[in-house]
């Protein structure tokens, strides 16, 4: 299973950032697909999660700005980033879990390689 962000950058603070991840390979089932980032200096932290359901989860710090999707078809999760703040640089990793096929069926914790955004002040 294969994961690839995109859709990060440099911007001012107040502007807008929408990040896309699609996974590729062998899935059975999405479990639940997320955001996490990780700072400088500092642990990566969840940003945003979304199950195959529909049910989201939102870090406090990011509630009210960031809306988490999913397209379960597509098997690709986004996050829409409104009003950045320069706290909120940082590289993204895209997260799934799910079930997936390789010789019998598996569940497995994939990540992405991570995109950076960069927000000014």
């Known amino acids: 299973v294969q994961l690839q962000a995109s859709g990060g950058g440099l911007v001012q603070a107040g502007r807008s950032l929408r990040l896309s991840c699609a996974a590729s390979g062998s899935i059975v089932r999405i479990t639940v697909m997320g955001w996490y980032r990780q700072a400088p200096g500092k642990e990566r932290e969840l940003v945003a999660t979304?199950?195959?359901?529909?049910?989201?989860n939102y870090a406090d710090s990011v509630k009210g700005r960031f809306t988490i999707s999913a397209d379960n078809a597509k098997n690709t999760v986004y996050l829409e980033m409104n009003d950045l703040k320069p706290e909120d640089t940082a590289v993204y990793y895209c997260n799934i879990v799910c079930t997936y096929r390789r010789l019998v069926q598996r569940v497995g914790n994939f990540w992405g390689q991570g995109t950076q955004v960069t927000v000014s002040s």
């Open positions: 979304v199950t195959s359901g529909g049910s989201t």
